[in-house]
């Protein structure tokens, strides 16, 4: 019989006492595949435990404290030491992946994070895995199931975001302060793990932009019922020209579009390639007992002797200004010629027009257009100058439009 | 620089042609992850080609000729030679999986078969990898695109079960000869190897029950759509007490089940466990380009160093008798005790009624009844007594229900 697989847990939070439940748990099943019966060398508690020793009786290091510190340290240190890392940390991936992964092949172990993104839904594995020899152009998610509760239940019972915000705070789908969650961050560094592995190029927090879900009004999920649209919040990285664009935004799904169905705290991924047409794959997001299951399959990887998750060959420009479709939304004066100056705006901008609807309401009316493709900073402009049309009763709402690509 | 991987290819037909291009387009691609450049040693074709010398200058041989002979006989030599085997015949898994998977396991090679189940829906790599070591309680999937893509025909144009059939031909999404897909048995195939990876234990065509769609009418599909129901032919391998069952039929799914909204010639797998509540994973299901990347994914996976795809340590059970829900349709002359004759049969058989809906029809009448869960035979048991009543216009229908729960 060979030598146990010791393992050393950093953390003892809801995540690391599921994993070392179903370390022990599924032992057989480790051994049965991978030919090692693993053990846990030990844990690191905030109050107790000491990293050297741990590290010293290891030949994988679990990384389950989440932050970028100490967690950025103590995973330098134990792949330096020639110790592979499993971490669920997407932060930490995210903002320090070209480190890491530096410092991994120098030491010519390997470094896993399942775990990081969308919980157990297997988008990393499938993406460096199945698709590794494809040429991948785009990948969407869903990838915070917070967001994505709050849109639902918006939708579901009109309610406003913030009494949807205190639904999900009870229920126990978003933090006490769930800033990171509703303003697209936590999305962000998601996105920046997927892009990075899709496209095979470094890619950091920085580069990519993202908007939240706060501005988001009960008129317009209305809206979105009214014509079969949902309200997602959405991050999307895709091939553009000779680079990549990476974001994340509140947007509008047309019904047939493989996310529009995701509802709740789930988290799903679509990824598009000529070769596949789309792969779409959805889980729960969150939860210890499923992020425990992701960091468990990465273990069992190593374990069994898997390649590793490599990256980064290519060196691709990350392009901001993309082309989006947009949904506006005014509320205006009702009288002659409004119409007329703000097509006018579009027009000089180079923005057409694909669908217009306006509504009388006493002596205001409200104008709802939906936009052809555009480049953003062109958007922008012409918002710029809408919001200085006097006649305007309101700040000008805009929400992006994602059109049927799919079949 | 290593040597090249040399790679057999048996068969040429719309897969066997894709793969070989995509090989050649993307040798770059594999070579980066797996540290080897593959090249064709050679293709069999039916007309050309020799079997005996391309399996001397192979090391890894791609089975892509379909049907179970003479594909049995060359994958066995193949690997008993000692090359590792990439197929993507359902067939020949489902029937000779046995015999197959001892032949490599005593030739320490690899078998592979991610494009035999959903094309390149990677099911087969998140159950044998992502899930290894959890324990799997149900795998439910849309496995076959041609039933599939009859029933949404039927269901968004109120077509009869034949003219949607004709359309399928028509655009390429059904054979001449349907049988196969439409009676069930490719499904059942299908499920048969999912049942074999998910409960780790020998699961061959013959231990599938299935029945296919040819019965299904515009009337069930009506039923369904003012429910909110969709009507899906259904594979679903499950633990049952000690064993397991194995089943492919055609049910009403409830909204929010998530293999509802599959829609068209589309696969998906959902795969249930404790520890993961549910992943679901969909795609297109053919279609040679894809089916091609599949292949290729496997192939890169040998080259890459992975681990085995191994089996059947388990040794469990087939139960036949499963419990399930039923719809059932009755069309009945309208006078009084009808009901309560039926109601009878039902009650002495230990079935209840979840709900009852009766019409008048003239002299007619219609009764729909949905049914709590009971054992089949149960259920058969009193459906063989309700078709002798003398009042009955017509044959029963009966059709299985699916009952949320998720969520």
Redesign the interface.
Known sequence: MSEPARIGVLGRGTVGGAFVE?LSE?AF??E???GRRPEVAGVLRRAEGDFAEILRDSEIIVELIGGTSPAREYVLEALAAGRHVVTANKQLIAQHGDELFARAREAGVQLRF?AAVAG???VI??MQ???????ITRVSGIVNGTTNFILSEMASTGATYGDALARAQELGFAETDPTEDVGGADAAAKMAILARLAFDTPVNLEDVTFEGITEISPEDIAYAKELGLSLKLLGVAERRGEGISVRVFPCFLYG?H?LA?V??PFNAVTVE????????????GA?G??T???V??DV??IL????PV?HA?ARLEVVRDVSSSFYLHLEVADRPGVLAQIADVLGRNGISVQSVVQRGLGDDARLVMVLHEAPESRFYGALAEIGELTFLRAAPRAIRVIEEEF?
Do not use: F, K, W
């Open positions: 179903q599924r099943q480790v049965a595949i991978s399942e157990v839904v297997p594995r499938v895995e199945t698709l590794a020899a494809t040429e047939g493989p169905p509802e709740g390639a000529p070769a596949i047409t789309e792969i779409t794959m959805s889980g729960p939860g007992v499923q425990a299951t992701a468990l399959g069992v990887s069994a002797g898997d390649a490599d060959r079949l």
